[in-house]
T-cell receptor, first 116, second 111 residues
Framework: NAGVTQTPKFQVLKTGQSMTLQCAQD?????MYWYRQDPGMGLRLIYY???????DKGEVPNGYNVSRLNKREFSLRLESAAPSQTSVYFC???????????????FGEGSRLTVL | SQQGEEDPQALSIQEGENATMNCSYK?????LQWYRQNSGRGLVHLIL?????REKHSGRLRVTLDTSKKSSSLLITASRAADTASYFC???????????FGPGTRLSVLP
């Protein structure tokens, strides 16, 4: 039972390069998320997708784009990487609670990105 | 933006002792969740408490919620070295679409 799978686990980029982080979940969840985690700042939401075909900005969307390819997959793209985007990126998914609220988040193991 | 803030930032205890972490938030919530993160790993869900609940238990975990004070606490009883991790509270920012995490409490349980 894989849960949430992220690739790659590690990546080093030069400033200005582009890359895509891939995320897939096998729990048939509607909602998927991309967070970044920086030391002492907890997790900050970059983008989320409440359902297939929809995406919305979170707290820190600048410099990123996302694609909800299908119900399983949600990718995060850095078009022109900057050193400020050095971080650990987490993908997560969730199913619904009764009453329409979002249930628990299931996280991937993270993608550690360094931008030189 | 609404954000949970955990307190203390770091906590060091001996194995067998109880560990208490607190979370404060700013606006009304629908539910609050606690997560654990082991070093270098993803977050793992521990417990969810709804806004109309005051206390919830799961094994050695006890969570309380005081909506009048906009605060929650996580108690880990009889701690073990394996409980060493960072603990985060997360509150839902709007109608269940996403969660906002605090900076976390780093717990060290010494053998």
């Amino acid at each position: 039972n894989a849960g949430v799978t992220q690739t790659p686990k590690f990546q080093v980029l030069k400033t200005g390069q582009s890359m895509t982080l891939q995320c897939a979940q096998d729990m048939n969840h509607n909602s998927m998320y991309w967070y970044r985690q920086d030391p002492g700042m907890g997790l900050r939401l970059i983008y989320y997708s409440a359902s297939e075909g929809t995406t919305d900005k979170g707290e820190v969307p600048n410099g990123y784009n996302v694609s909800r390819l299908n119900k399983r997959e949600f990718s995060l793209r850095l078009e022109s990487a900057a050193p400020s985007q050095t971080s650990v990126y987490f993908c997560a998914s969730s199913g619904p609670l009764a009453g329409g609220y979002t249930g628990e988040l299931f996280f991937g193991e993270g993608s550690r990105l360094t931008v030189l | 933006s609404q954000q949970g803030e955990e307190d203390p930032q770091a906590l060091s205890i001996q194995e067998g002792e109880n560990a208490t972490m607190n979370c404060s938030y700013k606006t009304s919530i629908n539910n609050l969740q606690w997560y654990r993160q082991n070093s270098g790993r993803g977050l793992v869900h521990l417990i969810l408490i709804r806004s109309n609940e005051r206390e919830k238990h799961s094994g050695r975990l006890r969570v309380t919620l005081d909506t009048s004070k906009k605060s929650s606490s996580l108690l880990i009883t009889a701690s073990r070295a394996a409980d060493t991790a960072s603990y985060f509270c997360a509150t839902d920012a709007d109608y269940g679409q996403n969660f906002v995490f605090g900076p976390g409490t780093r717990l060290s349980v010494l053998p």
